[in-house]
């Protein structure tokens, strides 16, 4: 009787070690998905640099909700992630997610579209986002799993299906979407979405305001301020950045536009005194300490605007 008693709690106690490895495994991050428009949802990663904590998530991973189909945009920084996402649209609706947008070709953005491409959706990007992670997916997705560790698990690198240059139009069911690329921004290829019934813009990285922008070497900042005039002329509503909370333009002027106006006023002023690149990184950009990543990146941005105006005088 003792045997059978001890064998029994050796064979429940596997079972119980066995499920709870299990459980383990399968673990996704949480995920909460604020209402912005009638029918845009949104899950905001945070303000910060992405690490095993976080999931990667430190963008905005959005969710269209039309009358027949369920629109995504982006596809996050891993499988799991993305699973989480799908997760949370079930609760919201039965529809079935018909198509993913990624909204460049960083990690963040395509390296989740491993999850959906065993879904069978197809994905959507601008043809530039698309050769950027090409060539850059080794790379992003090797410091990706350097940082999520076991959090990696089944992602994949997986490429775009559909490539569009300047407009592409879907429809999910009485409610028409715009996937606009105004023009070359904070990386290449990035895309905004337009719900025009809605006035909701998911802005993606044209736009920033609670996270400092970051000035890329290859971000030309004369053409982005351009593409952000183009994009201002829509008068959205409603605003889903690439990182922070849902805003309104006003906003995104203030901590886009202004701030990249501001920097190359004051980096052309550098210019025409002739200083140099030891200057720019002593531009005063306290008016914009309270964003979040200031420290890492407001003397980066001063000395690549610099180099990048720099260049643009000879």
Do not use: C
């Amino acid at each position: 009787m003792r045997k059978s008693i001890t064998t029994f709690i050796l064979l429940f106690g596997g079972f119980i070690g066995f499920n709870l490895l299990a459980e383990t495994s399968q673990k996704l991050p949480e995920l909460i998905l604020t209402k912005v428009s009638e029918k845009v949802y949104s899950a905001i990663g945070v303000t910060l640099p992405p690490d095993y904590s976080n999931w990667g998530h430190n963008n905005n991973l959005s969710v269209v909700i039309g009358d027949k189909q369920v629109l995504v945009v982006n596809g996050g920084d891993s499988y799991l992630l993305a699973k989480a996402l799908h997760r949370e649209i079930k609760k919201l609706t039965s529809n079935p997610v018909t198509w993913l947008v990624n909204e460049n070709g960083q990690g963040h953005s395509m390296l989740g579209n491993s999850y959906w491409r065993e879904m069978k959706v197809p994905i959507i990007a601008n043809i530039e986002a698309a050769k950027a992670f090409e060539e850059d997916s080794s790379g992003l997705f090797s410091r990706m799993k350097l940082r999520s560790k076991e959090r990696a698990k089944d992602t994949f690198i997986t490429t775009p299906d559909i490539t569009f240059d300047k407009n592409y139009r879907l429809d999910l069911g009485n409610t028409p979407v715009e996937l606009v690329n105004f023009g070359p921004a904070h990386s290449a290829g990035d895309v905004s979405v337009w719900l025009p019934q809605e006035k909701t813009l998911i802005a993606g990285d044209i736009a920033f305001h609670q996270r400092m922008l970051a000035v890329f070497p290859e971000t030309n900042t004369k053409m982005w301020l351009q593409s952000f005039e183009k994009m201002m002329q829509l008068k959205p509503q409603h605003v889903v950045p690439g990182h922070g909370q849902p805003t309104d333009l006003a906003t995104i002027k203030k901590y886009t536009y202004d701030y990249l106006v501001f920097l190359r006023t004051e980096v052309e002023k550098l210019l025409d005194e002739d200083l140099g690149l030891t200057e720019a990184y002593q531009i005063d950009q306290s008016a914009y300490s309270d964003l979040d990543t200031f420290e890492e990146l407001a003397s980066k941005n001063a000395g690549r605007v610099f180099q990048e105006m720099e260049m643009d005088a000879f």
